[in-house]
C-alpha cells in the first residue's frame, strides 16, 4: 500500500488544524484587549500625577519635556512618552475625572481612538457614546474619524465614498 503524504486526508485534521488556529486567535485578541486596557490605565494614572502636580506645583510644559525625556530615557524598548502624547494622558485624566469609567469603557478601545475623541468631542455624554458605540460596533479608528468628520461637515470626495463603503458592508449583514 502507498503511503499518502497528503496531511489533509487525515481524518479530522482540517477541523482540528481551523479550532487551534481559532483558539489562538482568540488568544492573542484577549491578550491584546488586556495590555491595552492595562496600558490606557497607566496613561489616565500618569495624566492625573501630572494634572494634580500642574494644579499643586504650577509645573508647565518644560517639566512635561523633562518628563518626556526621563521616562523615554528611563525605558528605552517602549514607545508613547512623548511631550504630546504626556498631554493627550494629561486630557484624559482631565476629561475623564472617574477612574471606574477609565477601567469600564475608555480602556477597552484602542489609545489611537481615545486620542482621536479626546480632540474631537468636548462633551462628555458625547464621548462616551462614541466609545460606547466603538465597542459595540468594534469600530476601526477610521470608521470613527469618518464618523466624526461627517458630524463636523467634513468629508472629502474620498471619505464620502468610503463612508458609503462601511454603509454598504453594515447592510450586509
Given at each position: 500500500?502507498?503511503?499518502?503524504?497528503?496531511?489533509?486526508?487525515?481524518?479530522?485534521?482540517?477541523?482540528?488544524?481551523?479550532?487551534?488556529?481559532?483558539?489562538?486567535?482568540?488568544?492573542?485578541?484577549?491578550?491584546?484587549?488586556?495590555?491595552?486596557?492595562?496600558?490606557?490605565?497607566?496613561?489616565?494614572?500618569?495624566?492625573?500625577?501630572?494634572?494634580?502636580?500642574?494644579?499643586?506645583?504650577?509645573?508647565?510644559?518644560?517639566?512635561?519635556?523633562?518628563?518626556?525625556?526621563?521616562?523615554?530615557?528611563s525605558?528605552?524598548?517602549?514607545?508613547?512618552?512623548?511631550?504630546?502624547?504626556?498631554?493627550?494622558?494629561?486630557?484624559?485624566?482631565?476629561?475623564?475625572?472617574?477612574?471606574?469609567?477609565?477601567?469600564?469603557?475608555?480602556a477597552?478601545?484602542?489609545?489611537?481612538?481615545?486620542?482621536?475623541?479626546?480632540?474631537?468631542?468636548?462633551?462628555?455624554?458625547?464621548?462616551?457614546?462614541?466609545?460606547?458605540?466603538?465597542?459595540?460596533?468594534?469600530w476601526?479608528?477610521?470608521?470613527?474619524?469618518?464618523?466624526?468628520?461627517?458630524?463636523?461637515?467634513?468629508?472629502?470626495?474620498?471619505?464620502?465614498?468610503?463612508?458609503?463603503?462601511?454603509?454598504?458592508?453594515?447592510?450586509?449583514k
Open positions: 500500500m502507498k503511503k499518502d503524504n497528503n496531511i489533509t486526508a487525515i481524518p479530522n485534521y482540517v477541523s482540528v488544524l481551523e479550532e487551534l488556529k481559532a483558539k489562538i486567535k482568540k488568544t492573542q485578541y484577549k491578550t491584546a484587549l488586556s495590555i491595552n486596557k492595562k496600558l490606557i490605565l497607566l496613561y489616565w494614572e500618569i495624566g492625573a500625577i501630572i494634572l494634580t502636580q500642574q494644579k499643586e506645583q504650577g509645573w508647565g510644559s518644560k517639566v512635561i519635556e523633562h518628563l518626556s525625556k526621563d521616562l523615554s530615557h525605558f528605552p524598548g517602549m514607545k508613547g512618552f512623548s511631550p504630546r502624547n504626556l498631554k493627550y494622558m494629561r486630557k484624559l485624566a482631565e476629561m475623564y475625572v472617574d477612574e471606574v469609567i477609565v477601567q469600564q469603557l475608555v477597552q478601545i484602542p489609545w489611537g481612538h481615545n486620542v482621536r475623541l479626546l480632540d474631537s468631542v468636548a462633551k462628555h455624554e458625547e464621548r462616551i457614546w462614541y466609545v460606547n458605540q466603538t465597542i459595540k460596533n468594534g476601526s479608528r477610521n470608521v470613527v474619524m469618518l464618523l466624526l468628520n461627517l458630524k463636523l461637515g467634513i468629508l472629502s470626495q474620498n471619505m464620502l465614498v468610503s463612508l458609503i463603503f462601511i454603509f454598504l458592508l453594515w447592510t450586509a
